[in-house]
């Protein structure tokens, strides 16, 4: 019991639990989208399962820690590239990210509705459940990586994990309401999603584009709507910028 009382447990266990929670913001909005075409007497359920599920992945890449590592062994080479197990499932990942978020763009704008062959219930569930399982392997495959990169202790790095999970369970739902009532947030997080997908397959290659600049620029434009939603609750009328010319 002696880590109880050793601060840099602790502080690698703040650490690594706010980090795990940035690196699942784009997991939970992607849960959320794919929650949100769902009927709504099942959305907190599959949202909820969707988390869970992820905070199971995680766990169970942090208990096979070894094979977690050999991922990054070259398999193979293409053109003298080398190409490993992660490299694998990030460019595939990848691939799967653009397409749904287009594919919900698409629909977005289109406005089709689903109510036709689209399945129902249960069908529905396991559908949306199979695809949350793809993301959340994706996304929890460089947190774990980073995550053992940065502590040593096992269950540290556990207890962080579930923390993380916690905080999203309790943010998801208020977040899912946030971008239903928005359509534009809900059309730029896919955007975002578009461009997390572009580098995950430019980080297959090798090609490391720096998550801080990705960040930034979604920080940035969700201030900026953050600022258009505001004003547009604050005015009934669309708002007109001035053209006045200073002097005339």
């Keep these: 019991m002696d880590w109880l009382t050793n601060p840099e447990i602790w502080v690698a266990f703040f650490t690594l639990t706010a980090l795990e929670i940035v690196l699942g913001i784009d997991n ?15 959305q907190a ?4 399962f969707g988390l869970a599920l992820a905070m199971v992945t995680r766990i169970l890449l942090l208990l096979s820690i070894s094979w977690v590592m050999g991922l990054t062994v070259d398999l193979f080479h293409v053109f003298g590239q080398g190409i490993s197990g992660r490299d694998l499932i990030l460019f595939f990942g990848g691939l799967f990210l653009l397409w749904k978020s287009s594919t919900e763009i698409y629909h977005g704008l289109e406005g089709e509705d689903e109510t036709g062959d689209a399945p129902k219930g249960g069908g529905q569930f396991i559908g949306t459940i199979i695809q949350i399982a793809i993301i959340d392997i994706v996304f929890s495959l460089d947190s774990v990586i980073t995550a053992v990169g940065m502590v040593s202790h096992v269950p540290v790095m556990i207890a962080a994990i579930i923390a993380a999970v916690l905080v999203m369970m309790a943010a998801s739902g208020t977040i899912s309401e946030f971008i239903d009532r928005h359509p534009s947030l809900k059309l ?3 955007s975002f999603l578009i461009v997390v997908g572009t580098v995950l397959i430019a980080d297959s290659f090798e090609v490391h584009v720096p998550k801080g600049y990705v960040y930034f620029a979604m920080a940035f ?4 709507e953050a600022l258009n939603i505001r004003m547009r609750s604050a005015r009934a009328e669309p708002v007109h910028l001035r053209k006045d010319i200073p002097g005339q």
């Design 188 to 190: 730029l997080a896919l």
């Design 28 to 42: 939970i909005i992607m849960i959320s989208i794919l929650v949100g075409r769902m009927p709504k007497e099942m």
């Design 221 to 224: 434009s969700l201030a900026v």
């Design 45 to 48: 359920r599959t949202r909820l």
